[in-house]
């Protein structure tokens, strides 16, 4: 039940009752996702390979519960998702933010960890979008929110990392696509493209006073982001408030896709 008292905008963005399922939630944007949708009134599934790190997540908030899970496993992708079915009924949203990288030259880059990085970022958000798609499907509403990237959108240099870029790329068409097929049928496909945040896979970077001061002047709000900044978009996508939004991959750059 949505609280009483509450304004009109308030309401567009509530969660309250809604059942979340957000991957790579053990850290990171993952883990910054599970406690913003918990704060927004949802009951959130925040699965990850590292039951340690969710179980301490799920200290928190009552409202956010581990549940292990391996995306490139077809067994613990099925796991996942019946038994949130199970004690919680439904899925009505699904973010699919887990995700790998990794940077070599295109020539040196072997096929093994290419395939790797596409099966992380890329099939298993299509395998986990299938299997929550066919029961949001089945029910008539749903919101499927991808994590790409705005390399995504455009090439990374001088950061060398073909395999990230490409997974990131097919992670937005396959949103339009998706977005395209199952719109009709109740089920909204949408993705968030951010820039560069502090994480566990971008803070090597951040300690490169030089690379740091490179992106700010290469960025036009001139500055990287804030976690809390990609939270408006995520919010709008997963929620009533983004109703009308199907198949679109929102750049959070600060303007770096823009120029």
Known sequence: MIPSGMSRADRLFDLT?????VTGASSGLGRHCAE???????????????????????QSSDSIH??????????????????????FGQID????????????PAEEESLE?????????????????????TQMLARGRGSIVNVAS???????LPIRQVSYVVSKAGVVNMTRQLG????????????????????????RLYENETW?????????????????ELDGCLLLLASDAGSYIVGQTIPVDGGWSAV
């Open 150 to 156: 705005m390399f995504g959108l455009l090439g990374s």
């Open 180 to 203: 395209a097929e199952w719109a009709s049928r109740g089920v909204r496909v949408n993705a968030i493209a951010p820039g560069f945040f502090s994480s566990e896979m971008t803070v």
């Open 113 to 133: 960890n290419f395939e790797r990085i596409l099966g992380v970022n890329l099939t298993a958000a299509f395998a986990m979008s299938q299997l929550v798609g």
């Open 93 to 104: 949203v699904l973010l699919n933010n887990a995700g790998v990288a990794g940077a070599s």
């Open 66 to 87: 581990p549940l292990r899970c391996d995306v490139t496993d077809d067994d613990d992708r099925r796991r996942l998702v019946e038994t949130t079915i199970e004690r």
């Open 36 to 58: 913003l949708f918990a704060d927004a009134g949802a009951i959130v599934i925040a699965a990850a390979r590292r039951l340690d790190a969710l179980e301490q997540l799920g």
């Open 17 to 21: 009752d809604r059942v979340v399922v």
């Open 212 to 228: 740091l001061a490179a992106v700010e002047e290469r960025t036009p709000i001139g500055r990287t982001a804030s976690m809390e």
